[in-house]
């Protein structure tokens, strides 16, 4: 309830009452029994409330009933859900694919939410013989939703041509449970500006920032949409190329917020999304988030539970405390490190670029001078073995 609380918030709504049932099957007609939404009914007239958000995803024939019932509007948990994302929604392709989750959502339940889209006015020229304006807005609807699939198909495609250009650098992404701060530990990695805020789905938008690491060493590191318990499958399907940017990373970093009471069912609905939508066959990384606001004596239990539970590695990180995020810097650093060959170099002193390109873009491990010519053992990509291949007063050994 206060996480509803929170999303009802994010939504701009002010909560002035709650109302819990536990039944062990819902009533068909109303979901809740008949004796509780004459009980409801009161609190709304007492509490001068407009509006109901139920915690579950309600039937259309429910909602519909409820309505009719409480005189006021009724949402689900879906609904409210996508309403934020549709407020949050700023790039192009945010927007498509909340527009397609809503329009699938309302499809079904067009009868109860009946109302004109706006182009129609009036339906002129839309309407074919004998149709009803609810058969005409569900053909719209229908041809809008093949028009949106298409077009997310095209931007699928453009994503996954970017793709395909950075195959030459370690790609990292970032997921979790909405405001575990995936947003704030990039801002951290990359010390460039990104939008934080201490609310629900702050970040809807994926971004993809250039990290270096130290030694040399360097990472793309894109931060991804947050998951929440019961997240609409519409929504999930309509985010699916955005989350290709997981599918194909080298590394999955986990984030957690490890000051949150309930952690553990939080992990659990990421791990259950990541698993449904087939991103959970890559490496991990847990990363316990916001480890600031625990004491010395609740980090030390929370690390002794995860080391007890957890087979999958795992770092402590704080995004807003200097210094907050080097070890899982490090941590990142010796995976990308693993990835890049070891091979002994030899090349003329002279060779100031070559030389600086070394040490630039690998990790130089060990230097020595013989004569008018050096020898050096180090770590570097694919890329710069490549081209040092094609010169020819260098010799290489891999080792």
């Known amino acids: ?71 006021v509007r009724v949402m689900d948990r879906s609904e409210l859900i996508l309403d934020i994302f549709a407020s949050r929604a700023r790039t192009r392709e945010a927007k498509l694919q909340v527009e397609l989750a809503q329009l699938e959502y309302l499809l079904p339940r067009l009868a109860r939410m009946w109302t004109h889209l706006s182009r129609i006015r009036g339906g002129i020229g839309l309407r074919g013989p004998g149709e009803t304006q609810l058969e005409t807005d569900r053909r719209l609807i229908g041809r809008r939703i093949a028009d949106l699939k298409k077009k997310l198909e095209q931007v699928a495609l453009a994503r996954a041509t970017q793709r395909k250009r950075r195959r030459g650098e370690y790609r990292v992404a970032l997921v979790g449970y909405t405001n575990a701060g995936k947003s704030s530990v990039l801002k951290a990695l990359s010390g460039d500006d990104i939008f934080v805020e201490d609310r629900l789905f702050a970040t809807l938008d994926s971004a993809t920032r250039l990290v270096e690491l130290g030694g040399g060493y360097q990472a793309l590191v894109t931060d991804t949409v947050g998951f929440i318990r019961k997240l609409p499958h519409h929504l999930v399907a309509s985010f699916r190329s955005t989350l290709e940017e997981a599918r194909e990373a080298d590394l999955l970093l986990h984030v957690i917020d490890g000051s949150h009471p309930d952690w553990e069912e939080q992990k659990e609905v990421v791990d259950e999304v990541l698993h449904d939508l087939e991103l959970d066959r890559g490496e991990q990384l847990l990363v316990f988030n916001k480890s600031d606001r625990l004491t010395h004596a609740e980090e030390d239990a929370l690390r002794g539970r995860v080391r007890a539970l957890e087979p999958t590695p795992a770092v402590f990180a704080s995004a807003v405390e200097e210094g907050g995020v080097e070890a899982l810097c490090e941590a990142i650093r010796a995976r990308v490190r693993t990835r890049y060959p070891r091979v002994r170099v030899e090349l003329p002193a002279s060779e100031g670029e070559l030389l600086a390109a070394l040490h630039r873009e690998g990790e130089v491990l060990s230097t020595e001078r013989n004569g008018v010519r050096l020898q050096l053992t180090a770590r570097i990509p694919e890329s710069l073995l490549g081209r040092l291949r094609q010169e020819p007063e260098v010799e290489l050994v891999e080792v």
């Open 1 to 71: 309830m206060e996480e509803l609380r929170r999303l009802t918030d994010t939504a701009g709504g002010q909560v002035v009452g709650t109302m819990i049932q536990r039944i062990d099957s819902p009533t068909p007609q109303t979901y809740i029994g008949s004796g509780k939404v004459r009980e409801l009914r009161e609190l709304l007239e007492e509490r001068e409330a407009d509006l109901v958000i139920f915690d579950e995803e309600l039937k259309p024939d429910q909602a519909k009933n409820l309505e009719r019932q409480l005189e």
